[in-house]
């Protein structure tokens, strides 16, 4: 059983920044697809980044493109989600997910964490 725990959520004011990390356990990381998502209050939980297991393919919601940057660091079993000129709309809990190893995470994800929340005052 994949074991996913964030840390790294605060508040922060519009155009700051906030780094994100997710520390997985339970099997071996470099074996996992990973990703962020996130759930405003009264909205469904959405997509915001993915990384395969080596790291060499990222991909981004459209909202985030240009903005957030996800990394991961095998050696330490993290993902990171650096997260710059942060707006209000991006107030959110954030979650850290995974998959097995190949599997796309944008729409499904079969590993949850349980979510750090993330306010953007304007």
């Known amino acids: 059983q994949v074991h996913l725990v964030e840390s790294g959520g605060g508040l922060v004011q519009a155009g700051g920044s906030l780094r994100l990390s997710c520390v997985a356990s339970g099997t071996t990381f470099s074996y996992l697809e990973m990703g962020w998502f996130r759930q405003a209050p009264g909205k469904e939980r959405e997509f915001v980044a993915g990384?395969?297991?080596?790291?060499?393919?990222?991909y981004y919601s459209d909202s985030v493109k240009g903005r957030f940057t996800i990394s991961r660091d095998n050696a330490q079993n993290t993902v990171q989600l650096q997260m710059n000129s942060l707006k209000p709309g991006d107030t959110a809990v954030y979650y850290c997910?995974?998959?097995?190893?190949?599997?796309?995470?944008?729409?499904?994800?079969?590993?949850w964490g349980q979510g750090t929340q993330v306010t953007v005052s304007s």
């Open positions: 997910a995974a998959n097995p190893m190949y599997q796309n995470i944008r729409y499904r994800a079969n590993y």
């Open positions: 990384i395969n297991w080596s790291g060499a393919t990222t």
